[in-house]
């Protein structure tokens, strides 16, 4: 059974940091792995998709790579900005269903 | 131009009462879902669905059932609500090859009171 697990749970750092979240996940055998955000109230954005073959994806100032072997993913966020505040998720996907992590909560203080 | 909606988006109900939660997606795509997502913010997979197939998470209790008038939407009804039904559902989809994007609704906040 595919467990997902995100450290840290939350993080609080001042605007302009670099951070890195991680997600980590049981089992290898996975099709691929989604980060998405999610804001208070809110429902889940797609941030970034990345195939079981391929080993990051880039989209702005978010960089997500993919260690499928060790069952690792990093979304890191480049000069964080105060509205990157939100929840973080990872899922990864194996068969039909998407199983998810726990999530980042995630605060830019400016 | 909305990818995935849900509704209704709040819902407050007495205990014993039977709803349901309505969900579109406009995406052509294959598959829908139904998560929870608790007071702990944890979101579950309740059901997968496309034309083929219905996987049901094996907690979810039977008083749940997904109803799918066609491949554009699926509903979620839930029978004699009960307190611990209280919770965020969302819908989403994606096709049914496992290289996709997985796309969802906006939530529908469940309260039973």
């Known amino acids: 059974k595919q467990e997902v697990t995100q450290i840290p749970a939350a993080l609080s750092v001042p605007e302009g940091e670099n951070l890195v979240l991680n997600c980590s996940f049981t089992?290898?055998?996975?099709?691929?792995l989604q980060w998405f955000r999610q804001d208070p109230g809110k429902g889940l954005t797609s941030l970034l998709l990345?195939?079981?073959?391929?080993r990051e994806q880039t989209s702005g100032r978010l960089n997500a790579s993919l260690d499928k072997s060790s069952g690792r993913s990093t979304l890191y966020i480049a000069a964080s900005q105060p509205g990157d505040s939100a929840t973080y998720l990872c899922?990864?996907?194996?068969?039909?269903?998407?199983?998810f992590g726990p999530g980042t909560r995630l605060s830019v203080l400016p | 131009d909305t990818a995935v909606s849900q509704t209704p988006k709040y819902l407050v109900t007495q205990m014993g009462n039977d709803k349901s939660i309505k969900c579109e997606q406009n995406?052509?795509?294959?598959?829908m879902y139904w998560y929870k997502q608790d007071s702990k913010k944890f979101l579950k997979i309740m059901f997968s669905?496309?034309?083929?197939?219905?996987?049901i998470n094996e907690t979810v209790p039977n008083r749940f059932s997904p109803k799918s008038p066609d491949k554009a939407h699926l509903n979620l009804h839930i029978n004699s609500l009960e307190l611990g039904d209280s919770a965020v559902y969302f819908c989403?989809?994606?096709?049914?090859?496992?290289?996709?994007?997985?796309?969802f609704g906006p939530g529908t906040r469940l309260t039973v009171l």
């Open positions: 669905y496309n034309n083929k197939e219905l996987i």
């Open positions: 089992d290898s055998a996975i099709y691929n």
């Open positions: 990345i195939q079981s073959s391929q």
């Open positions: 899922a990864v996907r194996g068969g039909q269903n998407f199983v």
């Open positions: 995406l052509g795509h294959d598959t």
């Open positions: 989403a989809s994606s096709q049914v090859t496992g290289g996709t994007q997985q796309f």
